[in-house]
């Protein structure tokens, strides 16, 4: 059973920085679709950022652009999501999601909290 860990979340003033990761049990380039979500309270999970593999510009949710980055860890198996200027309305879990293609196998992390309070 392919594992998903994130880790790094945490309380963060508004205007700080966070850094995000996911460590998958099964190589990073295991996966066509490595992504990460967020999920706040009442709300739905939506897609924050995403790489494909083969090539392409990852995507970003437009509320995070030009704040948010994501980006292969090769040395250390892991994808990362530098999160930026964070603004209160970026409190929610992120998950890490791993997607192949095309059998459509979906993994998913437990999640990690992330608060951005004054």
């Known amino acids: 059973q392919v594992q998903l860990v994130e880790s790094g979340g945490g309380l963060v003033q508004p205007g700080g920085s966070l850094r995000l990761s996911c460590a998958p049990s099964?190589?990073?380039?295991?996966?066509?679709?490595l992504a990460w979500y967020r999920q706040a309270p009442g709300k739905e999970r939506e897609l924050v950022a995403r790489?494909?593999?083969?090539?392409?510009?990852?995507y970003y949710h437009a509320s995070v652009q030009g704040r948010f980055l994501i980006s292969r860890d090769v040395a250390n198996n892991m994808v990362d999501l530098q999160m930026n200027s964070l603004k209160p309305e970026d409190t929610a879990v992120y998950y890490c999601?791993?997607?192949?293609?095309?059998?459509?196998?979906?993994?998913w992390g437990q999640g990690t909290q992330v608060t951005v309070s004054s």
């Open positions: 999601n791993g997607r192949r293609l095309p059998s459509g196998e979906e993994y």
């Open positions: 790489l494909i593999s083969g090539g392409g510009s990852p």
């Open positions: 099964d190589n990073i380039f295991s996966f066509n679709i």
